[in-house]
């Protein structure tokens, strides 16, 4: 029998030994291996060099944790230094949950260009080629909501409503039990996202930086609509929930980007490296021409003749 709602999961964590193995990290590292080998795939067929981008990613995964930990710590600081939070330990375990998409991509961005000036590659190439693979990693990592029982929308009644055990229901929400599975809608839409990017970039043949923004731009209006949804404690400006405010003025940033950068730099980049960081290059050596052989010219055979030697 299906059941007529989405159960949540019976455990998120896992004991090997003494070892815990949390289901959100677990997650968390899978995107983070399919985005260096999806993109690492991709940016070879743009033309570039084998094993750049897990060089860049060595940068961009770490300051892409921390800024994503960052940005959810100052916006939702509340939930740790505000009356009964719950202190600057929790504030540390990462593995608990909460990762601000806007910090990691922020800080992640710089990591990325440390990266790339170490390799001696541009940047914007490496964000083309990786953005469908990042993407595809925040499908996977959305999951490690579901594991953790967070970040759920409001009540509903719909056939795919999220169960939510009663300690997870947020204040005021005690007498429902399912709730709308914002984790599995974002994860949908940012599967769709990422094709509709292979797609453009096929298309298009899009270049300098702009598959990135419109990820960003795409990813942005999805999150618009998915965070109007949840109920979980954020903070609000003028009515709308702060993460509402960064989609939007994000969202802006990167179709004013499309638009410009359409305009002055049409086509896809031909070069992938830096000034003076070329590709070395197997020089052809140099062609010398053969001297011409010389045949021995035949001998001629005397004719016989009639008359007497003489002697």
């Known amino acids: 029998m299906i059941p007529a709602y989405i159960p949540s999961p019976s455990q998120g964590?896992?004991?090997?030994?003494?070892?815990?193995?949390?289901?959100?990290?677990?997650?968390?590292?899978?995107?983070?291996?399919?985005?260096?080998?999806?993109?690492?795939?991709?940016?070879?067929?743009?033309?570039?060099r084998p094993g750049v981008i897990t060089d860049v990613a060595i940068w961009a995964v770490p300051f892409g944790i921390v800024g994503g930990r960052l940005y959810h710590v100052i916006t939702d600081h509340q939930l740790y230094f505000g009356p009964n939070g719950a202190g600057l330990a929790a504030a540390l375990k990462i593995w608990d949950g909460g990762l601000g998409i806007w910090g990691a991509v922020t800080l992640g961005a710089l990591g990325a260009w440390i990266g790339a000036r170490r390799a001696g590659v541009l940047v914007p190439p490496i964000a083309d080629a990786i953005a469908p693979a990042i993407a595809v990693a925040q499908a996977i990592g959305r999951w490690g909501n579901w594991f953790n029982s967070e970040l759920f929308g409001a009540p509903t009644s719909l056939p795919w409503g999220l169960e939510i055990a009663p300690q997870y229901r947020p204040v005021g929400y005690e007498q429902y039990?399912?709730?709308?599975?914002?984790?599995?809608?974002?994860?949908?839409?940012?599967?769709?996202?990422?094709?509709?990017?292979?797609?453009?970039?096929r298309r298009f043949r899009l270049g300098h930086g702009r598959v990135f923004a419109l990820y960003v731009l795409l990813y942005c209006v999805g999150r618009g609509w998915i965070e109007a949804l949840r109920i979980d404690n954020a903070?609000?400006?003028?009515?709308?929930?702060?993460?509402?405010?960064?989609?939007?003025?994000?969202?802006?940033?990167?179709?004013?980007?499309?638009?410009?950068?359409?305009?002055?730099?049409?086509?896809?980049?031909?070069?992938?490296?830096?000034?003076?960081?070329?590709?070395?290059?197997?020089?052809?050596?140099?062609?010398?021409?053969?001297?011409?052989?010389?045949?021995?010219?035949?001998?001629?055979?005397?004719?016989?003749?009639?008359?007497?030697?003489?002697?």
């Open 13 to 48: 964590v896992w004991y090997l030994g003494p070892v815990p193995l949390r289901a959100y990290a677990l997650l968390i590292v899978a995107g983070i291996v399919v985005a260096v080998w999806w993109g690492g795939k991709r940016y070879v067929a743009r033309g570039g």
């Open 177 to 201: 039990e399912t709730f709308h599975p914002t984790f599995l809608y974002e994860s949908l839409w940012l599967v769709g996202l990422a094709l509709v990017l292979v797609w453009a970039d």
């Open 235 to 311: 903070n609000h400006i003028l009515g709308l929930r702060l993460n509402d405010w960064t989609a939007l003025l994000v969202g802006l940033g990167a179709l004013a980007y499309l638009v410009v950068s359409a305009r002055r730099r049409p086509g896809r980049e031909t070069v992938l490296t830096r000034p003076g960081h070329d590709e070395p290059s197997v020089e052809p050596e140099p062609y010398v021409e053969p001297e011409p052989s010389v045949e021995p010219e035949p001998s001629v055979e005397p004719e016989p003749s009639d008359e007497a030697p003489r002697t």
